[in-house]
């Protein structure tokens, strides 16, 4: 078999499965060659070896399934870098750039000097921030694996981040008064909601908070309420906004919405 023919069959193969079968075709030949698309291209009268095709058919096949392209790649891009990702680590989403924004917006205006990443996963929040300003970072994870690859993430990118494990706020209790900004895109999918077979493959811990989802904000909540003069910037979900307007009892609170016009964010002040 050719190169091509076997980009033809494995396009053919994701077409019901893929909005682009193409692209994602080639992404999983790259991810297996190790050559990029271009020379991919350039290769594609090449006679290639059955065990090899075996290899990319296989992982056509997980994908036509509904495994997570960028579990197979083992790369996702967030906010212009590209990122290890791996099975068991929360694939970050293009909404929370937004979030990133909030947070070197509020950065430079506000003169802040040192912030934590609280729940990770595999650093895309603290990496971008680590990169694109002059802050202290701090990020935290109950995960293991997500807090080894958010390790594996900054070094490869040259990001200066302080890594520790544990839960809520209570890694970066010891020293909670150094600290300006909060920052967090929690696990905040309701246990209810129908969720598609890809998403379904991440850690389950990332995604469910409870019935209404906001089992991880009751306890943040519990933990945020002993703190004076932070700011607090978060991901919710469109549906919990009632529920976070709650937050104005704490401080300041303003929403802001994602780049699909969903509101989505809150940045808390608190007094
Ligand atoms: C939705 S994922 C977000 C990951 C990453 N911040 C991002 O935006 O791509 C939530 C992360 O929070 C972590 N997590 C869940 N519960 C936590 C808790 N109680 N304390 C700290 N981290 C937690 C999960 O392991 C997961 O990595």
Not at 66 to 79: A, D, N, V, W
Not at 207 to 220: M, N
Request: proline share 3%; charged share 25%.
């Amino acid at each position: 078999m050719t190169l091509r023919e076997l980009y033809s069959l494995s396009k053919k193969m994701l077409s019901g499965a893929s909005d682009s079968p193409g692209t994602e075709a080639l992404l999983v030949l790259s991810a297996v060659t190790g050559l990029t698309k271009e020379r991919i291209l350039l290769s594609f009268e090449e006679q290639i070896e059955d065990e090899f095709s075996k290899r990319v058919l296989d992982l056509v096949q997980l994908r036509h399934d509904g495994f997570p392209l960028q579990y197979i790649t083992k790369k996702c891009h967030f906010y212009g870098l590209e990122l290890c990702i791996e099975q068991g680590v929360f694939i970050p989403r293009i909404e929370t750039e937004v979030l990133v924004d909030l947070v070197l917006e509020l950065i430079e205006r506000e003169k802040l000097k040192t912030i934590v990443d609280i729940g990770t996963g595999s650093g895309a929040i603290a990496v971008a921030v680590a990169l694109n300003s002059n802050c202290e970072v701090y990020a935290t994870d109950i995960n293991e694996k997500a807090l080894l690859l958010a390790q594996k993430n900054a070094q490869r990118l040259g990001a200066k981040i302080n890594f520790l494990k544990g839960a809520f706020l209570e890694p970066v209790r010891p020293f909670i008064d150094k600290i300006d900004l909060i920052v967090s895109n929690p696990p905040y999918v309701s246990t209810n909601a129908t969720l598609s077979k890809d998403v379904l493959e991440e850690p389950l811990d990332a995604l469910f908070a409870g019935e209404d989802g906001l089992d991880f904000y009751r306890q943040f909540f519990k933990e945020i309420s002993l703190l004076e003069n932070k700011h607090v910037v978060m991901e919710f979900s469109p549906e919990q906004r009632d529920w976070m307007e709650k937050l104005s009892f704490f401080g300041k609170v303003s929403f802001f919405h994602d780049q699909f016009g969903k509101i989505r964010f809150f940045h808390l002040k608190i007094k």
